[in-house]
């Protein structure tokens, strides 16, 4: 892998990516963004993700779709055609990773099995990135972001707090967009480079990913629970006080942990009498009495602007924060800072700013920018492209 | 379990991390095979040893899972000579990891520069809430403030209520981010030899989930909350069933589909119905169908229905509490959900390898929570070479504490 000092963290990484789920694509996202060179192979008609909503007003350009593939570069490729499978091999003949989502049972008309990967290509890593993975009892189920994150415990556990104590009759509810396909997406990433890591020891070899399993690792404190005798359930897996307060003009986060946070806490609603008082220095005791503190902090919440509030609280080291829109976090004096969006040109022609990554390698910052690839731009060729340094 | 036998053998990190979101990255880097070293004291215990009494735990964790794996030394950083131990300990790492706000390493005498001074190519992970550079670095919070900085928040709630407040999930992806940024600096490491910062704050991660809400925000769209909504397809959502709190989640993806869950729920009549035959026609309907599933559900036992739609092909899993992850073979088989159990811990069940690697197969959990400073013998003795008169030196002049 010949690359420059200065370099991305995975310049001259080269990874196939075959992928129609949001965990798949989000995992190449994740490679691309560190300067792997990421190819996807799409079927002659587009990848399913190109159509994916939200969609944008007028070009119908899908919003998700600009976001998973900024950065990397596309191939046509009708893998039940024989050309097609001669543009897989010789893609695959120069690849570092190759980053599959296919069901198992259409695996191998496509030439995508397991053992038939490992035979030909024995330097490659080959990670599957299923709904359930590919091994088990359920490794042929299917399921979408709304089923994974069911599927893993945390949508049983949502929503908790407010939402929860104002409607608790409703159906538990999702996390926004694609939560449980970005957990899957990014451990299938982590797996990846694991197993490029031992390359030198052991060559190439598989990798089984699964979304549900990642949504469980994340949810991995409600399985220590219950381990230690409690069976969470939304109903009761709320902070005793704290949580999400209606201010003049948005909505605040409010969190104290600590005997200091409480201390400042206090301090912040302006000492009132009732805090003040002998007991509620017990923090057991504030526990018990969580939902009469959340009553005075809702009134005291209710009669301040969100900014004050925040403000106020940062200054005094009470863990709070706003309730940001997606345009106050695009256009945020922080997020711009520290240059967390670049310029991307759209399909369509327009410039949107895209996410680069949620993560800086100070050393080396990590570019982003670029263009939405437009299906099948790169000639189906590429022993040297695919060792250019990415832009 | 065979360390040598795991993709990340080889691999050692001196590891500062506290709370939840830091340890749970080096903790999967640990279950990958790295050899990771939690740096604590008595002075300062991480959360999981002490009480926490706004979780409802009241005394310290006896297990802890995002300490598994993990080798523990005790080193009181507000001693000179501790702050100069850790940075043996670096100099003998691959990886340093930090999650305090932004700026204590430094008043520790333990930023990147000094640790280049004693490795030049160190890799230092540095997790934050809000970053190492920016006006806001010197925030502190939690995982519900990731989630409300970071937009995931707003856009996530019922799309007439307040906004979502997250938890531990918030922490951990942070923590799977912060794995994965620190497993591509070394291979950066392993081309270049030179040292990485990386600067991951969690609530940018928060922001990377809510991506594509991003790109149109920025192009002055405002994304509305979806609730359990999706913009194409119905019926998506959560359904109550015959049982009590047990619902069942599904996601229709195409007229087939529609098809095939109305064949399976014995709905004929609503199969043909003219309102719900394409994608835009049940997405216009999409409140009367919700009402309609409903009422057929509310007969219907949640596991078998769920069985026989996938049966089926359609996408249908009942929301499951951690009983049934507990209790689920498909888990265990993939070593998802593994049992653990110690002289002092009975059996339980944790969270094992995050994925199945088909050669280096020795991935998961080797070792349960370690005592404060369990590992002291083989880290300062065998590692730094540090006599038993000189350690015990150390410990009476609380060094070592």
Not at chain 1, 16 to 27: K, L, P, S, W
Not at chain 2, 179 to 187: E, I, K, Q, R, S
Not at chain 2, 298 to 306: G, I, V
Request: proline share 6%; charged share 25%.
């Amino acid at each position: 892998m010949p690359a420059e000092e200065s370099s991305p963290p995975l310049a001259g990484c080269r990874v196939i990516e075959h992928a129609r789920t949001v965990a798949g694509a989000y995992a190449g996202r994740l490679l691309a963004a560190m300067g792997a060179a990421v190819v996807m192979l799409e079927p002659p008609q587009g990848c399913a993700l190109r159509r994916a909503p939200p969609l944008l007003d007028g070009s119908g350009e899908s919003a998700l779709f600009a976001y998973l593939a900024a950065g990397k570069r596309s191939l046509v490729c009708d893998l039940l055609s024989p050309e097609g499978q001669h543009v897989l091999e010789r893609e695959l003949e120069g690849a570092d990773i190759l980053i599959d989502d296919t069901a198992l049972r259409e695996r191998a008309a496509r030439g995508l099995g397991e053992e038939t990967i490992g035979e030909r290509f024995p330097g490659l890593v080959h990670v599957s990135v299923r709904p359930f993975g590919a091994s088990g009892p359920k490794a042929d189920w299917d399921g979408e972001e709304v089923n994974l994150l069911h599927a893993g415990g945390e949508g049983f556990l949502l929503p908790n707090g407010l939402s929860y104590e104002l409607f608790p009759d409703r159906p538990p509810l999702k996390i926004y967009g694609h939560f449980a396909e970005y957990q899957g997406g990014s451990m299938a990433a982590l797996a990846a480079l694991s197993a490029l890591w031992a390359v030198p020891e052991v060559g190439g070899q598989y990798v089984d990913v699964s979304v549900q399993d990642a949504v469980l690792a994340v949810g991995a404190f409600a399985l220590q629970r219950l381990g230690d005798g409690s069976l969470e359930h939304r109903s009761t897996r709320r902070f005793r006080y704290g949580g999400v307060f209606e201010a003049i003009g948005g909505f605040v986060e409010l969190l104290t942990l600590e005997e200091r946070q409480w201390a400042a806490l206090v301090e912040l609603l302006g000492r009132p009498a009732w805090a003040q008082e002998e007991t509620l220095r017990d923090p057991l005791e504030r526990s018990r009495r969580g939902d009469e503190i959340n009553r005075h902090i809702r009134e005291w919440m209710s009669r301040h602007e969100v900014d004050d509030i925040v403000h106020w609280a940062q200054r005094l080291g009470v863990p709070a924060a706003k309730y940001r829109t997606p345009a106050e976090v695009v256009h945020g004096e922080h997020e711009r800072a520290r240059a967390l969006f670049a310029p991307i040109a759209l399909a369509g022609g327009a410039e949107a700013q895209v996410l680069v990554a949620p993560f800086q390698f100070l050393s080396s910052p990590l570019k982003g920018g670029g263009r939405v690839p437009a299906l099948g731009e790169e000639a189906p060729l590429s022993a040297e492209r695919a060792t250019e340094p990415v832009a | 379990m065979n360390r040598a036998q795991a993709p990340l053998a080889g691999v050692r990190i001196a590891d500062f991390t506290i709370h939840a979101a830091g340890p749970f990255g080096t903790q999967l880097l640990a279950q990958l095979g790295a050899e990771c070293i939690k740096i604590e004291s008595k002075t300062r215990p991480d959360a999981f040893r002490k009480p926490h009494a706004v979780y409802g735990r009241m005394s310290a964790a006896t297990f802890d899972q995002v300490s598994v794996n993990k080798l523990s030394v005790r080193l009181n950083l507000k001693h000179p000579e501790a702050v100069a131990l850790a940075k043996r300990l670096v100099s003998i790492s691959d990886v340093a990891a930090e999650s305090f706000r932004a700026g204590v390493m430094q008043r520790l005498g333990l930023g990147f520069d000094e640790l280049c001074a004693v490795k030049p190519d160190i890799i230092l992970l540095s997790l934050s809430s809000c970053g190492q550079r920016g006006p806001d670095s010197h925030f502190a919070g939690y995982a519900p403030l990731f989630g409300a900085w970071g937009g995931l928040g707003w856009m996530s709630g019922y799309s007439d209520g307040p906004p979502l407040e997250m938890r531990h999930v918030m922490d951990h992806a942070a923590g799977i981010h912060a794995a994965v940024a620190t497993l591509a600096a070394l291979h950066q490491h392993r081309r270049s030899g030179k040292a990485q910062h990386i600067d991951l704050a969690a609530r940018e991660v928060a922001s990377a989930m809510i991506g594509d809400a991003l790109v149109q925000a920025s192009l002055g769209l405002m994304p509305a909350r979806p609730g359990n909504r999706h913009p194409s397809m119905a019926p998506h959502g959560v359904y109550p069933t015959r049982q009590p709190d047990r619902w069942l989640t599904l996601a229709v993806r195409s007229d087939a589909e529609w098809q095939a869950l109305a064949r399976e729920l014995d709905r004929a009549a609503a199969a043909r119905d003219a309102r719900f035959v394409t994608a835009r026609a049940r997405l216009e309907h999409a409140v009367e169908l919700d009402a309609l599933l409903t009422q057929w559900l509310s007969t219907c036992d949640a596991d078998l229905t769920a069985e026989r739609l996938q049966r089926a092909g359609v996408c249908a899993h009942v929301s499951w509490s951690m009983c049934d992850i507990a209790r689920d073979p498909h888990l265990r088989a993939r070593g998802a959900t593994t049992e653990v159990s110690a002289p002092d811990i009975p059996a339980r069940l944790a969270v094992g390898a995050p994925a199945r690697f088909s050669k280096t197969r020795e991935v998961g959990i080797r070792r349960l929570t370690p005592s404060l400073g369990q590992d002291e013998d083989y880290v300062f003795g065998e590692l730094l070479g540090l006599g038993g008169a000189e350690r015990r030196d150390l410990e009476r002049r609380e060094v070592i504490l």
